[in-house]
Nanobody, 115 residues
Framework: QVQLVESGGGLVQPGGSLRLSCAAS????????MGWYRQAPGKQRELVAR???????NYADSVKGRFTISRENAKNTVYLQMNSLKVEDTAVYYC?????????WGQGTQVTVSS
């Protein structure tokens, strides 16, 4: 069983930065694709960024050039560096570990961008 624990959320002013972390238990992290998703109130959960086991990345158009996803296999951790934050980035952010047989989700961390 895999457990994912997100951290790093909080309240930040527009234009500010945050770095989210997601730590995974177990031994399959390095061979798994990892993703960050977000869900704003009244909206569907959406993909923010994804990184494969080979470090290929892709981003939602709305965050390209502002967010960076990275991973550190030695620490079983994936990061999301968020710069130039906007009010519309406010959401609960979740990490996901993808395997062919199933996906695993974290509990989420709240990011609020407000002046």
């Amino acid at each position: 069983q895999v457990q994912l624990v997100e951290s790093g959320g909080g309240l930040v002013q527009p234009g500010g930065s945050l770095r989210l972390s997601c730590a995974a238990s177990g031994s399959i992290f390095s061979i798994s694709a990892m993703g960050w998703y977000r869900q704003a109130p009244g909206k569907q959960r959406e993909l923010v960024a994804r990184i494969t086991s080979g470090d290929s990345t892709n981003y939602a158009d709305s965050v390209k050039g502002r967010f960076t996803i990275s991973r550190e296999n030695a620490k079983n951790t994936v990061y999301l560096q968020m710069n130039s934050l906007k009010v519309e980035d406010t959401a609960v952010y979740y990490c996901k570990l993808s395997r062919p047989e199933r996906d695993f989700w974290g509990q989420g961390t709240q990011v609020t961008v407000s002046s």
